[in-house]
């Protein structure tokens, strides 16, 4: 990434953002609920749809789909649906518009109709439920976060220090390199890095340069995913 960086004259940042997913959803509690799907003026109620969410280890990348249903309540032709309606809505997003991760969907009670059920109201219904669970779960946004190696002159650490502080960084140490360098070792939020190789030229006259690479994810600041979660309510609504 390094070298296709240089070559092109590119941003880190910018470029690692391509191959990082910039956020995620992940559930902090369980929760349980039901959905009906649309009637159409055509059609009767077709499908009741009734779903739990519970959260997985972090990190894990997992999702499990768990039909807990009995007695037959929904036929098993229309089981795939209901899986698909919790996947597209996983995709969409619950809140602000992110992937959700690291769940599990338990599918707990349904009804179905023997002549008039359709597939598509399965989706309708599953898709809704899980939205309206996760919304219950106090559901947080991941960000990724990253490793950064800058190196620059001694009489340049504080200043950049100081502005990783303000892009919520946090130094983890320094290294002496020789001939009045240091390598300053930090992690910090992706989203607060773009544009950042402009920013350490301003800072350090051009002298100072960084590499970069993922880390992990971590939950943003509430006051972040207020702002997130009211801007993606006003795409909605747009």
Known sequence: ??????RLRLDLADALARDVERGAHFLQRPRTAVAYAEPQPDDPLLALR???????ERGAGGF??????????????FMPAVEKGVR?????????GYPVVDVRVVITDGKSHSVDSKEIAFVTAAR????????????????????????AADGQVGDITGDLSARRGQVNGTAALGNGQLAV?????????SGYQTRL???????????????HYDAVPPAV???LVAQHQVRDEE
């Open 1 to 6: 990434m390094a070298q296709l960086a240089e």
């Open 50 to 56: 009734e779903l739990r969410v519970e959260p997985l």
């Open 64 to 77: 499990e789909f768990v039909d807990a249903t009995k007695g037959g309540v929904i036929p098993q032709q």
């Open 88 to 96: 597209l809505a996983m995709a969409d997003g619950a809140i602000a």
């Open 128 to 151: 809704k439920a899980f939205v309206a669970a996760v919304r219950e779960a106090r559901p947080i946004v991941l960000e990724p976060v990253v490793e950064l190696e800058i190196t």
């Open 185 to 193: 070792r930090a992690q910090a939020p992706l989203a607060e890095l």
């Open 201 to 215: 030229n301003t800072l350090t006259g051009g002298q100072a340069r960084y590499t970069m690479s993922f880390s």
């Open 225 to 227: 995913q207020g702002k």
